[in-house]
C-alpha cells in the first residue's frame, strides 16, 4: 500500500513540475509571440517572476528529495539566468564613471496617476496638494527632459498656463484627451532646444505616443512619450471579487485584460514604424503598462539599451502596488550611448513609481 502511495505521490509530483516548467517555458515565448494573434501566452510573460520562483522551490525540493525529477525545473530555468536581469540589478555605482554634465542628459518618466493618489496618500488632503508635491519632486530632481504619463487638468483651457507657470525654463508640447473629469494625456518638458514634435494616436484608444526632436551640439535625437494600453483594471477590485466569488467583476476583469493585451500590440508596431522612419537616433520613454517578458519590451528594446539593465541597481519594479514585482515604466536609450546612472525613487504621489536616468551622449 505504501508502496503504491509513494509511487502516486511520484507520478503526481512529476507532472505538477512538469506543467509549472512548461508555464515557464511559455514565458520565455512570449517576448517573440504576438498577443495580437495568441493573446493567452502574453499572461505567462506577465508571471515570468512568480513562475521562476515556484520553479526554483520544485528544484530545492527534488534535491532535497534526491529525486532525478531534479532535471526538469533545472532545465527550464537556465533560460531565465538571461532574463532576470530585466528585473533585478547589482550594479555598483563605483564601476560608472561619472561624465561630465555637458555630454550628459538627464531623462524622467512618470505616469503621475491623474494626481489620484491624495485619496490614499497620507497627509495629500486635496488633488492639488499631489499636483504640487509631484511638481515639486520633479523640480528638485532638475532633470533636462520630462515625460509624463496620465497627466490631468480639470479645466482643459487653463492646461498650457498652469504648465508654463509651474515649470518656467522648459519648452512643453502635450496632447490631453477630453474626458468627464477635463482632460488627460501626455506632457514632454524639455530645457532642451526643440526643433520639431509629433502624435502618435492610437485606434479605438485614450492612449498615445508624443515625440519631440533635440539638438545637443552636433548630437540630434528624437524622444518618445509613450502610454501603451492600459488594463483599466483594479487590483485591489479583483482581489475583493476573488474573496466573495464574484464571477461577473472576474469575467470583466478577463474581458480588459483581453482587450488590452490585443490592442497594445498594434499600439507598439505604430511606434516603432514611426522609428524606423526618424532620420535620427531615437529614445523611448514612458509607461509601457507591460512587463519586460513582453513582445512590447521585445520591440521596443531592438536598437535600444534599457536603462535600469545598464546601471540600475536593486528591484527594478516601477507599478507601487504589486512591488517588486511589476515593471512597466522604461527609459530605451541608443546603443551607442551609455547610462550613468539610473534611479526608482519609492515616493508616494502616485501608483507609479518616477525613473530618472543619466545618459552619456
Known amino acids: 500500500m505504501a508502496k503504491k502511495k509513494n509511487r502516486f505521490f511520484g507520478i503526481t509530483s512529476r507532472l505538477l513540475m512538469l506543467i509549472v516548467a512548461a508555464l515557464l517555458a511559455l514565458s520565455y515565448l512570449s517576448i517573440v509571440i504576438n498577443p495580437a494573434k495568441i493573446w493567452s501566452v502574453s499572461l505567462s510573460g506577465i508571471f515570468f517572476?512568480?513562475?521562476?520562483?515556484?520553479?526554483?522551490?520544485l528544484l530545492l525540493w527534488a534535491l532535497k528529495r534526491r529525486s532525478k525529477s531534479f532535471l526538469i525545473p533545472l532545465l527550464t530555468l537556465l533560460p531565465s539566468f538571461f532574463f532576470i536581469g530585466r528585473y533585478v540589478q547589482f550594479n555598483s555605482d563605483e564601476a560608472i564613471d561619472v561624465a561630465s554634465s555637458d555630454s550628459t542628459v538627464k531623462i524622467m518618466t512618470w505616469n503621475v496617476g491623474r494626481f489620484a493618489m491624495h485619496e490614499e496618500s497620507a497627509g495629500l488632503s486635496d488633488r492639488e496638494q499631489c499636483m504640487d508635491s509631484i511638481v515639486r519632486y520633479i523640480k528638485q530632481q532638475d532633470p533636462d527632459i520630462i515625460c509624463l504619463q496620465e497627466f490631468s487638468m480639470k479645466q482643459s483651457s487653463k492646461a498650457k498656463d498652469y504648465i508654463q507657470k509651474k515649470f518656467k525654463g522648459y519648452t512643453?508640447?502635450?496632447?490631453?484627451?477630453?474626458?468627464?473629469g477635463g482632460s488627460f494625456g501626455n506632457v514632454t518638458l524639455s530645457r532642451l532646444p526643440v526643433e520639431g514634435k509629433g502624435k502618435i494616436k492610437f485606434d479605438e484608444s485614450a492612449n498615445l505616443a508624443i515625440y519631440t526632436d533635440h539638438n545637443v551640439g552636433d548630437r540630434r535625437f528624437r524622444v518618445y512619450n509613450c502610454h501603451f494600453e492600459s488594463y483599466?483594471?483594479?487590483f485591489s477590485g479583483v482581489i475583493r471579487a476573488i474573496a466573495r466569488r464574484d464571477s461577473t467583476v472576474m469575467a470583466e476583469t478577463g474581458t480588459k485584460m483581453k482587450?488590452?493585451?490585443t490592442r497594445r500590440p498594434k499600439q507598439v508596431d505604430q511606434v516603432f514604424e514611426d522609428i524606423e522612419n526618424c532620420p535620427?537616433?531615437?529614445?523611448?520613454?514612458?509607461d509601457f503598462n507591460d512587463n519586460p517578458m513582453s513582445?512590447?519590451?521585445?520591440?521596443m528594446t531592438r536598437g535600444r539599451k534599457d536603462a535600469f539593465v545598464e546601471a540600475?541597481?536593486?528591484?527594478?519594479?516601477?507599478?507601487?502596488?504589486?512591488?517588486?514585482?511589476?515593471?512597466?515604466?522604461?527609459?530605451?536609450?541608443p546603443e551607442r550611448y551609455r547610462a550613468i546612472?539610473?534611479?526608482?525613487?519609492?515616493?508616494?504621489?502616485?501608483?507609479?513609481?518616477?525613473?530618472?536616468?543619466?545618459?552619456?551622449?
Open 49 to 57: 517572476v512568480p513562475l521562476m520562483t515556484l520553479n526554483l522551490l
Open 312 to 333: 540600475g541597481d536593486g528591484f527594478g519594479a516601477t507599478y507601487s502596488l504589486l512591488w517588486p514585482m511589476l515593471r512597466i515604466d522604461y527609459v530605451l536609450y
Open 232 to 234: 483599466n483594471i483594479s
Open 341 to 361: 546612472s539610473h534611479d526608482i525613487p519609492r515616493v508616494p504621489y502616485s501608483d507609479h513609481y518616477p525613473v530618472i536616468t543619466e545618459i552619456e551622449l
Open 259 to 261: 482587450r488590452s493585451i
Open 295 to 299: 513582445y512590447t519590451y521585445f520591440r
Open 172 to 180: 512643453a508640447e502635450y496632447y490631453l484627451f477630453p474626458d468627464r
Open 280 to 286: 535620427v537616433e531615437s529614445f523611448v520613454c514612458g
